[in-house]
């Protein structure tokens, strides 16, 4: 009987020993549990604060300006700005577009967005722009070329030969370029410009040309004369043109205006009010 008891009281001791050490068992996880829950929900907290303050941001703007500065320190720093091609440009809008000083670090200089503002000036066909190591940023620009000046609504425009219009202010250095007028002239001037320089004899005399009728040319020459061209043939009947100047000296005289719409001959017409049929070499007058 005794030793059932004691057996009895041994198994009771062991249990809540077992009791004891479960318990002890799942208060240490539920601490380690609520540690770790803890760290995630801080972690969490902290990573929202971090991206909704703009931290993350400020931090790797700081980063970036460290890195510049210690590039900057190390000589890769601003020295020298160079700038190829350019004749027309304003130096002041290129520069202001580039928009560094001497020492800024040269990695804080962004060639790419650079091309892209400076390829929208104006005279700027194609511009190429690139770091160079150590310390110089490079410009090359292909500058659109001038080809003639546009009169549209009484004022004068500047064009290339793409017909693009290049500025309207600052003429007076391209007042010999050729005036164009006409709604599409300046689409279709770099045709007539090219083949009047193929003649330059006559070129050198065109002070202005009107388009047409959305058809054909004419040309206004030094001394008022106007020159009646055709729709087609144009390089052809410049040639007949210039042959006349060429062999009698017919912009030379005292002639108001000239006819070359038709392929056999030339129609001039004088001050005097007489008009003169240039024909296969042979010359005819008629009173009009």
Do not use: C
């Amino acid at each position: 009987m005794a030793k059932r008891k004691t057996k009895q009281k041994v198994s009771q001791r062991t249990l809540n020993k077992r009791r004891k050490g479960r318990i002890a068992k799942a208060q240490m996880w539920l601490r380690r549990f609520g540690i770790t829950l803890g760290v995630v929900a801080f972690t969490v907290w902290a990573g929202a604060w971090f991206f909704l303050s703009d931290a993350d941001s400020k931090t790797a703007h700081w980063t970036k300006q460290t890195m510049l500065e210690a590039s900057a320190g190390m000589g890769f720093s601003v020295a020298n700005i160079l700038v190829e091609g350019r004749k027309y440009s304003d130096a002041d809008v290129l520069l202001a577009i580039i928009n560094v000083e001497k020492g800024d670090p040269l990695f804080s200089f962004n060639p790419d967005e650079a091309q892209e503002l400076i390829e929208k000036v104006a005279w700027v066909k194609a511009a190429h722009v690139e770091r160079r190591l150590p310390d110089t940023i490079y410009v090359g620009l292909e500058e659109r070329q001038p080809l003639a000046l546009w009169q549209k609504d009484k004022k004068l425009r500047l064009i290339d030969a793409d017909g693009e219009v290049l500025t309207d202010r600052n003429l007076k250095k391209f007042k010999d370029l050729i005036i164009v007028v006409g709604v599409d002239a300046p689409a279709r001037a770099p045709g007539l410009l090219n083949m009047l320089a193929a003649e330059p004899a006559l070129g050198k005399r065109v002070e202005s040309a009107s388009w047409i009728g959305g058809r054909r040319w004419d040309m206004k020459l030094e001394g008022g004369i106007n020159v009646s061209l055709p729709e087609d043939d144009i390089g052809f009947a410049l040639r007949r043109l210039s042959v006349a100047q060429e062999e009698d000296g017919l912009l030379d005289k005292d002639i108001v205006s000239i006819d070359l719409r038709k392929e056999d001959r030339i129609i001039v017409r004088t001050r005097p009010g007489k008009v003169q049929e240039y024909k296969a070499g042979m010359k005819v007058d008629k009173s009009i």
